[in-house]
């Protein structure tokens, strides 16, 4: 840790958190309101695949975390209330509409690829998805009914996030500490739209703020594809009009394709935006996984990121599919998140 930041990290414990500044969470109760995202598109211009670069970092595990005591990032309550009905829905402390995922079991990957038209660019990547392999989530948990928008992860920049080493892990504030200005411009910046464009780093301190985290990778395919183990969200065969995907020239508003709700009722977890979640990559791992709770090796180059983008094919749109090229660093405009809090 350099000088600077154990600096940094002894002035949040004597300080409240520049996080506390108009913090809408103190005085938050779980509530069952039901969010209606505007379903006005605002199209711009794309090209079927991302341009992307996968410069390889060393390996190293970003889970040593700054939060110190008084920090609003590390005191945010997450609520620990646990529905008896799948799918539940509450507003969390910050205002962001969830629902509720119960424990329980389901095939993870891809079993037979056989039928799958694989485009060339993701012939390795469907390996990775192999072997298929029951999974137990033994803790429900709530996740995000949408793609978190460009107006809550404002609130995240606006109330000092981006300068409050206690929002960030330590690998985290090491690559913010060396950025120039964050958030950095993407396509759109309609409150509703997804927020794109933000690293695995930015991700992980938004959640921290949030008072939770980024999804593991099993915790994510769960709730797009449950206990059925479908293929897309909302079933076993591709439909172009519950997602956007095909064609698409830029995001839609979250939650535009109702049709296309996961099990759970969790929306756009096929297109719109790639989501960080919190695993490493590796494509061995699947073959070595524990059963119950997995999440993902200890320690890698590159974070996984599920459920397609637009403008792209049905391919990535499955529930299965496992993005393979982007180390933590990476800002791209296809990439967004979600966040959990574990029941």
């Not at 005191?75 to 620990?80: L, Q, R």
């Not at 990775?128 to 709530?142: L, R």
Request: glycine share 10%.
């Amino acid at each position: 840790m350099t000088g600077r930041v154990l600096a940094m990290f002894l002035a949040v414990g004597m300080i409240a958190s520049s996080c506390a500044t108009g913090s809408v969470g103190d005085t938050a109760e779980t509530t069952t309101t039901t969010v209606s995202p505007s379903t006005t598109p605002a199209p711009v211009p794309t090209t079927l695949l991302r341009e992307t670069t996968t410069t390889e970092e060393p390996a190293s595990s970003t889970t040593t975390s700054l939060v110190a005591v008084g920090s609003v990032c590390g005191e945010v309550d997450a609520g620990a209330d646990q529905p008896t009905e799948t799918g539940s829905e509450r507003i969390d402390a910050r205002g962001v509409a969830q629902v509720w995922v119960p424990e329980g079991s389901f095939t993870m990957g891809t079993e037979d690829p056989s039928n799958l038209e694989v485009p060339s660019f993701a012939i390795s990547e469907v390996l990775g998805e192999q072997p298929a392999h029951d999974v137990t989530i033994s803790v429900g948990f709530w996740i995000d009914k949408f793609e978190v928008t460009n107006e809550s992860f404002g609130s995240f920049s606006e109330m000092g996030g981006y300068d409050d080493p206690a929002c960030w892990s330590e690998k985290g504030w090491e690559w913010r500490e060396k950025q120039r200005a964050l958030p950095v411009d993407c396509e759109t910046d309609d409150p509703d739209h997804p927020r794109a464009c933000v690293s695995w780093f930015e991700a992980e301190a938004y959640a921290t703020w949030r008072g939770g985290e980024l999804p593991s990778e099993a915790q994510w395919e769960y709730a797009a594809r449950g206990p059925d183990s479908l293929i897309y969200p909302w079933g076993d065969e591709w439909d172009p009009a519950l997602a956007n995907v095909v064609d698409a020239t830029g995001t839609t508003p979250v939650g535009s394709f109702p049709a296309g709700a996961s099990w759970v009722g969790a929306l756009d977890m096929s297109g719109n935006v790639m989501e960080w979640v919190a695993d490493w990559l590796s494509f061995s791992y699947y073959a070595e996984s524990p059963e119950v709770d997995p999440e993902g090796p200890d320690v890698g180059s590159i974070k996984v990121e599920k459920g397609g983008w637009w403008g792209s094919l049905p391919y990535v749109a499955r529930a299965a599919y496992r993005h393979f090229e982007d180390p933590p660093r990476y800002q791209d405009k296809h990439i967004g998140l979600r966040v959990v809090h574990s029941g």
